[in-house]
Structures are given as C-alpha cells and as structure tokens.
C-alpha cells in the first residue's frame, strides 16, 4: 500500500496537482479523435478519479468518436455513448465522423446517453440559432469555465450525405464562412455570462483545406480564447503557442489519435494556462490503473464494467476467423504515421483489389481515410477487417473516362506530401506523382492484360465506394458520372469474400510490400 500511494502522489504531481498544497488548481482532461479505441476510457476515467481528489476537474472531448472501429460500425455507434456516458464528460463536440450514420442516428444517440454537446457551427437549414448550445458553462472550483465547441465545414463535403437529400436540398448547414465568427461570438456571449475562463473545443485540425478554416486560423482571427484542444488531424501537439488577434500567445494541443495519449490542461492558482500529454501506455499510469481494480466506487470501475461487457459482445460477433497472414496489413509507417493517406500501402493494394475482384471493374478507387487500422500478422478475425474498414459504406461501379480518372488523381493528390483522407488507394491503374509539378500527375496507366496508357476519352468502369461518389469523397469528382451498379455489396464484406473465397483463407505473398502501382517524387 506504501508504494501504491507513492506511486499515486509521483503521477500528481506529474498532472500539476500537488497534495501538499490547500489550495485546488484546475485540471482538464480531454481527448479528440479516439475512433472506438474503447480501452482507453477507464484509464481517462480512472485519472478524473484521482486527480479529483486534489484538484477540481473535468473531462473533455473534441470529436470523432461514434466511427471507426469495430464497436461503432456493428453498433453504429451506440456501444460507444454507452460507454462515454459512464465517464462522465463535462462537455463535448462534434467531429465529422459524428456525421457518418445521418444526422437522425446521431442526435438519437447524443439524446439517449445525455452528453452534453456543445457546436457553433451546425445548423438546420434556415435556421438562427445553431443545433447544439454553442457554449457549456461549467462551475469548476470557484470558477467558471466555458467550452465553446466548432466542427471542421469541410464536413459538409466529406460527409455529404447527411447534409442533402437525395434530391439535392440542403438540410444541414455548417456555416464555413462564419465559423471563425461564430466562436468568437460565443466567447463574448460566455464571458458575459461570468466565464472567467473559454476553452475552445476545435474539431478543426492544424493542416489547410479548400475552406482554408483551421485551429490556428480560428486563433488568429478571435481574442478572448485561453485554449484550443484540437482534433481531426490526428496531430500529436503537446502544446503549441499561437499568436491571437491581440497578439497573445494561445496554448493549441491535440493528442494524435486512439487515446495514444491522453490531454492534460491545467490552470494554476496564478491563473496561468498550460497544456501537456499523458501516454496512456506510460508505466506509471498503468501501475495506477492495476492499483485500483478492486474499487467498486470510481467512474473507473464503472466504465471497465461497460468496456468489459462491450468487448465481449463484439467478440462474440466479430471471432470467427476469415483468414491467415504471415505480415501485418499496414496503414502506418514505422513512427506511428497514417502514411495511408500519403502513399501506396499493402492495406490499399488488398483492399482495391477485393473491390475490383468482387464487382468485374477494370479499375478500384479507395480513399485512404476509408482505410482506418492497421492489422497484426497472423490468423484475421471477422472483427479485424470490419476493423480495418469500420464505415458503413457500399461499393458502387461507375461508367468514367480516362480524363476522369486523371481528374480524380490529380484533386486526390494535391495536398502531396501532406496527408490526406481522399488520397486514392488504386487497383487496375498505376501512377506517378512529381510534387514539383503542375499538373502533379504524370504517367497514368491502366492495367488491360498489361499496363498500357490510359486514354482521356476511353470509357473505363470503375468501382469505388458509394462514400466516394454520392457522399463527398474524393472531393466530389465522381458525383455526376453515371451509375452501373449500386449497393453491390459493403465494403467490408467485398474485402472478406476476397479473402476467403478468391484468396481461399490466405493472404499471398505479393502482398508483403506495396507493388509500386503508386510512385511519388
């Protein structure tokens, strides 16, 4: 018990809190981008516990959490608010995946576990005030803390779907000119109601878009901001000083992505504002965790309770074996980097192929954001590719031409060599990309027999994801080229009856590495 309590004190004082001192300071825990990383909510639980006993707290999230692994997209999304409501989470915001079963299915899930949304920027079509209160006013301590929430408006391109109907009518508005604005009013709007601290909960990411709307742009446009906790862009920020429009220096953080860290916001006695990351595999942390199995009493234990239960739920869907590996099915470079989204990877060669296998399509499109996890070597469980491609989503085949194509490539490529959801994964096509260049894409051929170059006014049939060609993937290029097929099959289930049925349970060797079908200089 001595060493425990030691142990307890050492990480307390590492979060900012000391327990020799009367005084309480103020801590915030947040998170952003966990994407059905379940596990990690009783160590986020457990640490609001202990840190409480010492400091006042509360816990935050910054978005995207309904989709993106397998407990989201066989619950579509429940599983995940079932356990979120155990946390306990003082305020929350959307992020653009929030969006990926309509808007219905989200705000029933929202309503049924009572979290507490916060969004400036989501509207109903027509409609003044937004959907979400745009700011929470919450009594930590002595003082009052407001969280101002915003979700990125290049949802409205990514997610399109939920946003029109099928006839093209605008149901839902995210506001992409005011969204700067909108935050700005909501801080003045929670400093008038005694908020002696705003804390802005961005869904907005560091990197430029078409909308040109990010967290550092959102800091440089408002005043009245202490801090940014940031998502979208699965960046690791400990903390990154930016400039507001004063002049003063704004803490920005964000913690990557799949609770690798968890955030930690302090305000001192002194008022002063600062942020870090906890790994939430660091030993210290996990002695913690083990330390407190045995109480019955914590939000920790509450959540394990539900995680426990969760997981063997998806278990019991998700053990049966569909096929055997000798090399892992790779989205990530050896640092962790989603490199999915930036270059061919052996994920995006499997999956393309099972696209263009399953439906006769000469040529298979996936964008790289479609492609979420990074799968081990060894026997693969039905669980594990849904996994691997978690979206509700449904392969379609298409009628393009060759200047298509290379239209396609060419908008998917443009944010080269940074990441990008909509970089294309192919099947049936190889390329090369010259970043030095305009236009980027060079050398595009198309595989009839061997590969041969395309022709711009050739009729090719193309495969890709209904995401891809009705919901704003790929940046909409492919929305006015006419349908062959729908709903052929879901993606997931195109990628297992490859395995099984064409692969006959074993992934090949030609698989091992990316086959060069995309060359970036």
Known sequence: MKNTAII????????????????????????????????GYPVLAGLRTQVADTANVAVVSSGDFLQGGTSGAISRGEY????????????????????????????ELIDKSRLPVTCTNFFESGKSKPYYVPYIVKKIGKKKVAFIGTVTPTTLSTEQYAFFDKQGNQLYDLRPNQVYQLVQDAVDAARRKGAKYC??????????????????GLVAATSGIDAVL?????????????????????????????????????????????????????????????????????????????????????????????????????????????????QETNAGDLVCDAFRA???????????????????????????????????????????????ILDVLEACCQLLPERDGQFAQVSGIRYTVDTSRQPRVQSVEVLNGNYEPIQLDRKYVLCTTDDCIDGGGMYGKLKDCR????????????????????????IPEIYR????????R
């Open 483 to 506: 349908k062959l097929k729908e709903k052929i099959i879901s993606y997931n289930d195109a990628l297992i009856k490859y395995v099984t049925e064409y692969l006959k349970g074993k």
């Open 230 to 342: 940031d998502g979208h862009t699965h960046s690791v920020i400990p903390c990154q000083l930016v400039a507001n429009k004063q002049g003063k220096m704004i803490p920005v953080s964000q913690t990557g992505t799949k609770f690798y860290y968890i955030g930690h916001l302090l305000i001192d006695e002194k008022g002063r504002v600062s942020t870090r990351l906890i790994p939430i595999r660091d030993a210290q942390t996990k002695a913690i965790e083990a330390s407190f199995l045995t109480r019955t009493s914590d939000m920790r234990n509450k959540t394990l309770v539900a995680t426990d239960s969760i997981n063997k739920l998806v278990d019991e869907q998700t053990a049966r074996v569909v096929c055997h590996s000798d090399f892992p099915i790779s989205i990530l470079d050896s640092t962790g980097t989603q490199v999915v989204r930036c």
């Open 513 to 520: 590495k990316p086959q060069g079908r995309i060359i970036i």
């Open 8 to 39: 307890i004190l050492a990480l307390l004082v590492c979060l900012g809190v000391d327990a020799r001192k009367k005084s309480r300071s103020i801590v915030i825990l947040y998170e952003n981008d966990v994407h059905c990383a379940i596990d």
């Open 358 to 404: 399953v439906t006769g399509a000469q040529i298979a499109f996936n964008n790289g954001g479609g492609i979420r996890n990074q799968l081990s070597a060894g026997d693969l469980t039905y669980g594990d590719i849904i996994s691997l491609l978690p979206f509700d989503n449904y392969l379609e085949t298409i009628e393009v031409t060759g200047q298509d």
């Open 80 to 107: 995940i608010t079932e356990i979120m409501q155990t946390v306990g989470y003082d305020a929350v915001t959307l992020g653009n995946h929030e969006f990926d079963y309509q808007v219905s299915r989200m705000v």
């Open 199 to 216: 804390i802005v909960l961005s869904h907005l990411g560091e990197d430029d878009n078409d909308m040109h709307v990010t967290s550092h």
